[in-house]
């Protein structure tokens, strides 16, 4: 069983689009949430990450929004570009720095 | 700046047989990871390493063994190779504040 709920699982966008891509986790230990990117033939690379202390985090058009009541947070991709076409993982860390990953999101932005 | 270097890159076992995979990172990181990567199933952790002299198991622990040589050195091993292990592997590496894991390049494992 997945303590890490990705969805999902793949994603088809227009260039100039919005993405969108959701998670929802179980455990309440959790006190960290990143997400990674991953291009083919690469290990991932953190892209943004979130602390449960706020509700949103920005970073150029790479935004995170983060529910803590509903134990969810989501990636939001504005203006999607075709360079942004990788697999997009969420992650959770809680406790002694175990850190666990969501089943991952296929993105392609089409041009 | 080597990072989080793993090796071998590509591996084909016969089922049965038992091999290990290495990895070091030079950063100087508490934390070491072990993560096999497979379709439709994401990163799942095989097992960790929270500190040097400690180690855990993970989602996935079954069927594997690992050993933190030293603060740089973690390293994965298969006692008796299986088809359902065939995967691609990463090995991770993270610093005190536990804010970014450093990922390797990974080892794509073939059991036949």
């Known amino acids: 069983q997945q303590q890490v709920k990705q969805s999902p699982q793949s994603l088809i966008v227009q260039k100039g689009g919005i993405s969108i891509i959701n998670c929802a986790y179980e455990?309440?230990?959790?006190?960290?949430f990143p997400w990674y990117q991953q291009f083919p033939g690469k290990g991932p690379a953190l892209l943004i990450a979130i602390r449960p202390d706020v509700s949103e985090k920005k970073e150029g058009r790479f935004t995170i929004s983060f529910n803590k009541s509903a134990k969810q947070f989501s990636l939001h991709i504005m203006d999607s570009q075709p360079g942004d076409s990788a697999t997009y993982f969420c992650?959770?860390?809680?406790?002694?720095?175990?850190?666990?990953f969501g089943a991952g999101t296929r993105l392609a932005v089409h041009p | 700046n080597a990072g989080v270097t793993q090796t071998p890159k590509f591996q084909v076992l016969k089922t049965g047989q038992s091999m290990t995979l290495q990895c070091a990172q030079d950063?100087?990181?508490?934390?070491m990871y072990w993560y096999r990567q497979d379709p439709g199933m994401g990163l799942r952790l095989i097992y960790y390493?929270?500190?040097?002299?400690?180690?855990d198991k993970g989602e996935v622990p079954n069927g594997y063994n690992v050993s933190r040589l030293n603060k740089r050195e973690f390293s994965l091993r298969l006692e008796s190779a299986a088809p359902s292990q065939t995967s691609v592997y990463f090995c991770?590496?993270?610093?005190?504040?536990?804010?970014?894991?450093?990922f390797g390049q990974g080892t794509r494992l073939t059991v036949v």
């Open positions: 390493s929270a500190s040097e002299g400690t180690t």
């Open positions: 991770a590496s993270m610093g005190q504040g536990g804010t970014e894991a450093f």
């Open positions: 950063m100087n990181h508490n934390s």
């Open positions: 992650a959770a860390n809680g406790g002694y720095n175990k850190l666990i």
């Open positions: 455990n309440t230990a959790f006190d960290y």
